[in-house]
């Protein structure tokens, strides 16, 4: 009921920047929590950054934090995750995921949380 494209992937090289977009579409009803997760080779799934409606509310792995900013368009319905300072080690398949809850903190950080997914783009950084 509630579809999501990820666009913005490609190949950068190491201190460069990429801005991933989440457009979705369907019955949002405005949305509440939108996260993105990406998936390195050959790793497990693993939490990159959440925000909560309106913007109020941000979250960040640890690995990404101070590089990475999401923020969301209500009006675009897109959400956006912009990574800066880019390393080798950020090369995964990232998806936007959404849910209609508020989930609290540490739900947000579990894919397991979210109802709807994106198929994943892909992010190189070559060194």
């Known amino acids: 009921q509630v579809q999501l494209v990820e666009s913005g992937g490609g190949v950068v090289q190491a201190g460069g920047s990429l801005r991933l977009a989440c457009t979705t579409s369907?019955?949002?009803?405005?949305?509440?929590?939108v996260g993105w997760f990406r998936q390195p080779p050959g790793k497990d799934r693993e939490f990159v950054a959440a925000?909560?409606?309106?913007?109020?509310?941000?979250h960040y792995a640890d690995s990404v934090k101070g590089r990475f900013t999401i923020s969301r368009d209500n009006a675009k319905s897109t959400a956006y995750l912009q990574m800066n300072s880019l390393e080798p080690e950020d090369t995964a398949v990232y998806y936007c995921a959404f849910d209609r809850s508020r989930l609290i903190l540490s739900a947000l950080r579990s894919g397991q949380n979210y109802d709807y997914w994106g198929q994943g783009t892909q992010v190189t950084v070559s060194s």
């Open positions: 369907g019955r949002t009803n405005n949305g509440y929590t």
């Open positions: 925000i909560r409606c309106c913007g109020s509310s941000t």
